[in-house]
């Protein structure tokens, strides 16, 4: 008998998702062909691995031994994969980097650029993903490694099942207002501005959940008179005299002409993590994304003040 290391992964995110259309999103198939699979591992083993209860589809007993066995297999073949890439004298991988779309135009481009001239055999692709959705693509395998913002204060970030975060910096929020319109210079309290109108994104994002906790830390709901998720968008409405926003410390390389920027007293700070599995952390593709992510932060004037220790390079 010889299986399939391909049927044995649908078997065990079957398994892990309990639905063949859970399965088929997490591996990018369509159901249909996830239950061909499956039928055609089942004659692969002779033997049933599926059992109609009702409408749902479930493992049988000898299914879920094999998907058991399953995961064991998948692991035994990526830690092959890592010692492999650790035994080779140059690092040749493929990555799959997720993003927030703050920072696909800021960090991420130079942190590609360097990471190409330094390691020219990592091959990254990256994709924009919501931060609701990024744990679990990591978990799954289906992203190496993800960009995610959390702010502490605020809203702040929370994962587990094998999943660890390595801090790129930290970032200071600013209040962007029309020109002209603030009176004082200087930082800017949040309770005195419980009479604008807001331009900020809608609660689904963590920016936005993370600017209404601090409205009510100080006191006030804000009116949000413009829901926008891109900070240049935002920036832009600001400058029409639309209303005032806040914007991090990478974020004001889009600033347009038509707002002033003020810092916030005490200073509101966010970090900038890079999410992976605990598993592949001794990777060497993956270390030298996340020294390259962290010498960019740094040229870029992130704070780093030691929180977290930078990965040696590969």
């Not at 099942?161 to 200071?172: M, P």
């Not at 390259?292 to 990965?311: H, V």
């Amino acid at each position: 008998m010889e299986l399939s290391l391909h049927r044995l992964r649908m078997l065990h995110e079957f398994a892990r998702c309990g639905t063949v259309t859970g399965a088929a999103a997490v591996l990018h198939y369509t159901p249909s062909a996830v239950s061909q699979q499956l039928a055609v591992l089942e004659r692969e083993v002779g033997v049933e691995l599926l059992e109609q209860v009702g409408r749902r589809v479930r493992l049988t007993e000898i299914g879920r031994v094999l998907a058991r066995h399953a995961a064991e297999v998948l692991a035994a073949e990526e830690r092959a994969r890592i010692a492999l890439e650790q035994a080779q004298r140059t690092v040749d991988a493929d990555l799959t980097v997720g993003m927030p779309a703050t920072l696909a135009g800021s960090l991420v481009p130079p942190t590609l650029a360097l990471l190409a001239r330094r390691y020219p055999g990592v091959r990254v692709k990256t994709r924009e993903v919501v931060p609701e959705e990024t744990a679990a693509a990591v978990r799954d395998g289906d992203l190496d490694l993800a960009f995610v913002l959390d702010y502490p204060g605020q809203a702040p970030a929370s994962w587990a099942g094998g999943l660890e975060a390595a801090l790129v910096g930290r970032e200071q929020l600013y209040l962007v207002a029309p020109r002209g319109t603030r009176g004082a210079a200087g930082p800017v309290a949040m309770e005195d501005l419980a009479a604008c109108s807001w331009v900020a994104s809608e609660t689904n994002t963590e920016f936005g959940r993370a600017l209404r906790q601090m409205c009510r830390d100080a006191g006030f709901t804000p009116r949000i008179a413009h829901q926008v998720d891109g900070q240049s968008t935002a920036m832009a409405m600001v400058a029409a005299g639309l209303g005032v926003t806040l914007v991090a410390d990478l974020g004001l390389t889009l600033r347009p002409d038509g707002v002033d920027v003020a810092p916030f007293g005490p200073p509101v700070l966010r970090r900038v993590l890079i999410l992976r599995r605990a598993a592949t952390r001794d990777r060497p593709a993956e270390l030298a994304f996340v020294r390259a992510a962290l010498d960019t932060a740094q040229s870029l004037g992130l704070e780093q003040d030691g929180e977290a220790a930078a990965p040696a390079a590969p």
